[in-house]
Each structure stands twice: as structure tokens, then as C-alpha cells.
């Protein structure tokens, strides 16, 4: 493994642990697009045996890079867990395997997480209030909504002046909601994003996805065939299937929606689900023609730290930092890639709203540069002189670049 792959994992751990407190093998996966949520979702369910026949990629380069994971984690100094997953539900009865290969199988079946000595001293004074505490959001965030009830009338009797009783009752009350139709899709999403998603997030910490994921997935349901309309963007499938990590369906639903090809939010949680499902040749191509078409939308996307290809936001930062005269706007950003990433050379020829635009005539000029041999044919010198015209900052990086 060279030095490159080694530090891409090791931020991608700093970045769960700063998110979730410890690092579970799982969240890596779903990190790095080698596991998708369905997957994921439909093995917690019990539908799938093993884990590891879901996941994308080369089983011996992802072995490497858990082992890798597991190192840097113990480097830290966590503590390794063994972790015992239940089924979803109720009938949380059925233990779930990760692999069939035991050295996967223990690879994947290991968190970790900060020296706990303080909560083992806690558990040793006989801190009920506290054991049932992590109970009952170990039942919230496994959907074992009876044993939840059951540890929070507990902590109720137990210490009825506990801060995060309230939060617990709410999260298990809101269960029942999901028994139910959805009566009115605004309120709905009101509730979702301003009480029950923060209390989640809050009181369930790393698990509050796996609990508000089947809360999404109802209110997508229910925005089923509702035209997206700009000024409510979030009252769209797309939205809530986004916040349940449903890849598949944020690209079905934007796709669907008569007015995709006109909107930059539809189009860019459209490449975003590209991405996440792994297409990401795809994604980038859709990113490409949003520089285009959707400038400013695009340039506010790249600049959020939450931009899923990583790759593709460091390169716009240093293109955004680039001395050039006249400035490089965010339309010649496709231009510019075709010289940083080899990758996009082979791809086909971004489809725009404007074709003529001089950004566009840079990305077709140096397109066809990068496919020709170096003699200075008359074709050649025709392409040159179009990437001149189109922006002369940019001619004069491709001639340091193929020198």
C-alpha cells in the first residue's frame, strides 16, 4: 500500500472519529462508497447472511485497508471492542454475521473507541441510571422500539431527573409515527428537521442515521410525484431520500422530475448520487457540465467542506488559488481538469446549454489537443489558436503543461 492510499484512510478515520466519537469498520465501508446504505440497510434487516458479499471492490485491497484502519486506530490508542450486531426490530434476537472469512469476519466485528475506565468505574459503583441509559439508545438505534419503552420507564423510576430522559421519550414516541400516513408533508419535514433529526443527532450520536433513516424514507414516500418547486426545495423525494443515504432512489427521483434538467439543486443531488453509488466517472462528467450551466450554484458546492469527492474539491481549491491573468472563472474549471486528471481525456464531450460559450470551446479545443500526437499539424494549430481565443491564461498553462 503505498504512502498516498495509507493517509487517504487514515483521514478518512479522523474524519469519522470527529463526527462519531469511535471508529466502526462499517462506517469506513459506507464512507468510501465500497458498501451502499441499501445494503447496509437490508443486512441489518436480516434479508442478507454475510455483509462482505455486498461490498464493492477488490476483497483482498479492501481486507488490506481495514487491516491498515484497524493499525492507525490502535496507534491512537482506542480500545478494540468486540461488537456484537442483532437484527433490526423487535425480533433483535438474530446475531448477524459480517463475513464468512474469519479474518474478515473479525476485522469487521471490531470497533473502537477511547479508553473507557471512567464508564467501566461507573458500572462497577452500580450507575443503573446509566446502563440504562445506553440501553435504551442501543434499542432506539437498532429499532427495538419495545425494549427501548422498557429502559425508559426504567431510567424514569430509576432517576426521574435524568437530562436526557425527555430526549429519549421523544425519540421513542416519534415511533409510532411511522405506523402512520403522513397527513401533511410540510409538517412532516418541519418536524423531521427541526426536532426529531437534532435530538437524534444529539442523543444517539453515531447512530442517529440508522434511526432516522426509516423516518426520511416514509416522508419520501409520501413526496412521491410531487413536482420539485425551487421555492421549497427540500418538499422533493429527492430530499428526504437524500437524508436516508437511498442513492438509488435520490437519482431515480431527480431523473423523474420534469424539471431536472433546469435545476441546479435536482442536478446536483443528482451527481451526488452518482457518486455515492459509485459511478463516479459519471458524477464527474455531471459536475463538469454544472460549471457550465449552474456556475455560481456549482462554485457554492465545491467551496462546502461536505463535497463528497474529496479529490475533486482539492483540485478546485488549488484552481480557485490559480495567479492568472485574466482570471480563471469557475466555467474553464472543466477546461483545466482535462490537464490535472487523464482520466476525463477518454471521456465524451460535455453536453451544455451553451456550446459556443468560449468555456466550452476551451474544453473541445483542449480535448482534442490531448488526443493528438505532438507534431504541429495544421489541426493542431487550428485547436491551439481556439484554446487561445478562449481564454489565453489557459493556452498558456497547456503549453507549460506539454512542453
Known amino acids: 500500500m503505498n504512502p498516498e492510499e495509507t493517509n487517504a484512510i487514515h483521514a478518512v478515520l479522523d474524519r469519522l472519529l470527529l463526527e462519531q466519537g469511535e471508529y466502526r469498520p462499517v462506517e469506513y465501508l459506507l464512507a468510501q462508497n465500497r458498501l451502499q446504505h441499501g445494503d447496509y440497510e437490508a443486512w441489518r434487516s436480516g434479508a442478507i447472511p454475510f455483509l462482505h458479499e455486498t461490498l464493492a471492490g477488490s476483497p483482498s485491497r479492501i481486507l488490506a485497508q481495514l487491516t491498515e484502519a484497524a493499525d492507525y486506530a490502535t496507534r491512537l490508542g482506542l480500545q478494540a471492542h468486540k461488537q456484537v450486531v442483532h437484527a433490526w426490530g423487535n425480533q433483535g434476537e438474530q446475531t448477524l454475521r459480517f463475513a464468512s ?10 470497533r473502537f473507541q477511547a479508553d473507557d475506565k ?4 461507573d458500572l462497577f459503583m452500580d450507575n443503573s441510571a446509566q446502563v440504562l441509559t445506553t440501553e435504551a439508545v442501543n434499542s432506539l438505534a437498532s429499532r427495538s422500539w419495545e425494549q427501548a419503552e422498557q429502559a425508559i420507564i426504567h431510567l424514569r423510576e430509576t432517576d426521574p431527573g435524568s437530562i436526557r430522559l425527555d430526549a429519549l421519550a421523544l425519540l421513542h414516541e416519534s ?11 410540510r409538517a412532516e419535514l418541519n418536524f423531521l428537521v427541526e426536532t426529531l433529526a437534532p435530538t437524534a443527532s444529539d442523543t444517539l450520536c453515531g447512530h442517529a442515521r440508522d434511526y432516522l433513516a426509516p423516518f426520511w424514507a416514509r416522508l419520501a414516500q409520501a413526496l412521491r410525484g410531487t413536482p420539485f418547486a425551487e ?6 423525494a429527492s430530499y428526504a431520500l437524500e437524508q436516508a443515504c437511498d442513492w438509488q432512489g435520490v437519482r431515480d427521483a431527480c431523473q423523474e422530475d420534469r424539471s431536472f434538467a433546469a435545476s441546479a439543486r435536482l442536478r446536483l443531488r443528482h451527481a451526488c448520487a452518482l457518486f455515492n453509488l459509485g459511478f463516479t466517472a459519471d458524477a464527474l462528467q455531471a459536475w463538469c457540465a454544472l460549471c457550465h450551466d449552474f456556475p455560481g450554484e456549482m462554485a457554492a458546492a465545491l467551496n462546502a467542506d461536505t463535497f463528497p469527492d474529496k479529490e475533486l474539491r482539492a483540485a478546485w481549491l488549488r484552481y480557485d488559488n490559480l495567479d492568472a491573468e485574466p482570471e480563471l472563472e469557475i466555467s474553464f474549471f472543466p477546461a483545466w481538469l482535462l490537464l490535472e486528471r487523464s482520466e476525463l481525456r477518454n471521456q465524451p464531450a460535455l453536453v451544455v446549454k451553451q456550446p459556443e460559450a468560449p468555456a466550452n470551446q476551451a474544453c473541445l479545443a483542449l480535448h482534442a489537443l490531448l488526443q493528438q500526437k505532438p507534431a504541429l499539424d495544421m489541426e493542431t494549430l487550428r485547436q491551439r489558436k481556439m484554446l487561445q481565443l478562449a481564454h489565453p491564461a489557459l493556452f498558456a498553462i497547456y503549453l507549460h503543461v506539454s512542453r
Do not use: Y
Open 118 to 121: 471512567k464508564l467501566q468505574l
Open 175 to 185: 415511533s409510532f409515527r411511522l405506523t402512520a400516513p403522513v397527513a401533511d408533508t
Open 101 to 110: 472469512d474469519d479474518a474478515l469476519e473479525a476485522l469487521l466485528s471490531t
Open 231 to 236: 421555492n421549497s426545495p427540500a418538499l422533493h
